[in-house]
């Protein structure tokens, strides 16, 4: 588990892949989140897998990460 208290950067640096993260970045209109597992991350990037595609995201524009919990397991339908 990487220490939280790390800046965004250097914790997506130090984080080990496959980690579950959340990621607040910088868009045109405002920021968005970026939550999946951490599938690499290099000198000026990370690559988030979500539920529908892997994100791209360039660091200079990361405003906040951390390591999040697994998922909830799938509920069963109702009855």
Do not use: N, W
Request: glycine share 6%; net charge positive; with cysteine.
């Amino acid at each position: 588990m990487t220490p939280p208290h790390l800046p965004p950067r250097q914790f997506l640096l130090k984080a080990q892949p496959g980690i579950r993260v959340v990621v607040r970045y910088r868009i045109e209109d405002g920021l968005t989140d970026a939550l999946g597992y951490l599938v690499t991350t290099t000198e000026s990037s990370c690559t988030v897998r979500t539920r529908t595609s892997d994100v791209e995201i360039p660091l200079g524009l990361v405003i906040a990460a951390k390591e999040v919990p697994p998922p909830p397991p799938p509920r069963r339908g109702q009855r």
